[in-house]
């Protein structure tokens, strides 16, 4: 496609269930970003993957909070047991190799509501 | 440790007046500094970018910012506001080093346009 693609781009969810959201970079991009905004807020870091490995997993809030990267392509991110304080759009940003962060493609990002 | 702050949470202009948005940075590193949009349910677009070139750097739809090294400032300008520019700006640095640059947002500031 021709930008990142993030879905479902709405979800709501009951406290205590389990969701994945999922994102799929623009081809080729080598880094893939995830964050988080909450209402009002700025962007709160989460997850950083080059490839398939995770060199920064330093913004992820608590143990509940798990992503993954596979072929280098789509990455999904995981919320055990969602809380009503995980309730955010999450958003998800990719950029190509040799360019590090001057150039990042962010999604529309998925709308998490937790009830 | 690297940090942006963002002097304004609301914004209030007319249109065809000018536009400044104010931004404060912080960084261990030679930072790159960014401009990102998000209109009302669509997702975020860099506005412009500087990375150690000239100072002052134009972006899309006639705004541009100047990096003032002395105030660790990069305030965003616009000569004349249209209505289309009512949005959330985020001002955004990242060290310039390594292959890896995490961006971290500020709070960002709320643009509001009225005839």
């Known amino acids: 496609g021709a930008g990142v693609s993030q879905s479902p781009s709405n979800k709501v969810t009951e406290k205590g269930k389990d969701v994945e959201l999922r994102c799929d970079p623009i081809?080729?991009?080598?880094?893939l970003y995830w964050y988080r905004q909450s209402l009002g807020q700025g962007l709160e870091f989460l997850i950083y993957f080059q490839g398939n490995s995770a060199p920064d997993k330093s913004g992820l809030p608590s143990d509940r909070f798990s992503a993954e990267r596979t072929g280098g392509s789509v990455s999904t991110l995981t919320i055990q047991r969602t809380q009503q304080e995980d309730s955010a759009v999450y958003l998800c940003?990719?950029?190509?190799?040799?360019?590090?962060?001057?150039?990042?493609?962010f999604g529309q990002g998925t709308r998490l509501t937790v009830v | 440790a690297q940090s942006v702050t963002q002097l304004d949470s609301h914004v209030s202009v007319s249109e065809g007046t000018p536009v400044l948005l104010r931004c404060n940075y912080s960084s261990s590193y030679s930072p790159s500094l960014f401009w990102y949009v998000q209109h009302p349910n669509k997702g975020l677009q860099l506005l412009l970018k500087y990375t150690s070139a000239a100072t002052l750097v134009k972006g899309i739809n006639g705004f541009e910012a100047e990096f003032k090294k002395s105030e660790t400032s990069f305030h965003l300008t616009k000569p004349s506001a249209h209505m289309s520019d009512a949005a959330e700006y985020f001002c955004?640095?990242?060290?310039?080093?390594?292959?890896?640059?995490?961006?971290?947002f500020g709070a960002g500031t709320r643009l509001a346009v009225h005839p």
């Open positions: 955004v640095v990242t060290p310039r080093s390594g292959g890896y640059n995490k961006l971290i």
């Open positions: 081809s080729g991009h080598t880094a």
């Open positions: 940003a990719s950029s190509p190799p040799d360019r590090g962060l001057n150039e990042a493609f």
